[in-house]
């Protein structure tokens, strides 16, 4: 698996740049079921970050389900990220019907919505 490099200028933390880089490329089957990630050191040593970088973007990608970690045999893409681009759809659609239902504008939906992702 190729890892495109991340971008040192960027606003965004490198474990960020990965964690999306690697849902991005799972949902669109870009990185298939079953496809193994490198391990985190090996990661780490090719894009010259530090290994607690890699470590933090696959511990996210498992909470979110994009990737299952099985102890020596590694981190492997599950068979759920190519799905999540229908499932994110159908959150949008649910988060829009209740927005209407409370009667909500498209800028207030979108200024929760910002406030939300931001923590």
């Known amino acids: ?5 991340l971008d040192p200028a960027s606003g965004e933390a490198p474990f960020e740049q990965l964690r999306t880089q690697i849902a991005r490329r799972a ?12 391990t985190v050191r090996a990661l780490a040593a090719e894009l010259g970050v530090a290994a607690g970088t890699v470590a933090r973007a ?3 990608l498992e909470a979110d389900g994009v990737v299952v970690t099985e102890g020596r045999r590694g981190t492997s893409v ?27 504008s498209l800028a207030e939906a979108t200024r929760l919505v910002e406030q939300a992702w931001r923590g």
Do not use: F
């Not at 698996?1 to 490099?5: F, K, L, S, Y």
């Not at 759809?89 to 409370?102: E, F």
């Open 27 to 38: 949902a669109s089957g870009d990185l298939p079921a079953g496809t193994r990630l490198p």
């Open 78 to 104: 599950t068979a759920g990220a190519a799905a999540s681009g229908p499932a994110a759809g159908a959150a949008a659609a649910a988060y829009v019907g209740s927005a209407r239902r409370l009667g909500l």
């Open 1 to 5: 698996m190729t890892v495109h490099p």
């Open 58 to 60: 696959y511990r996210e």
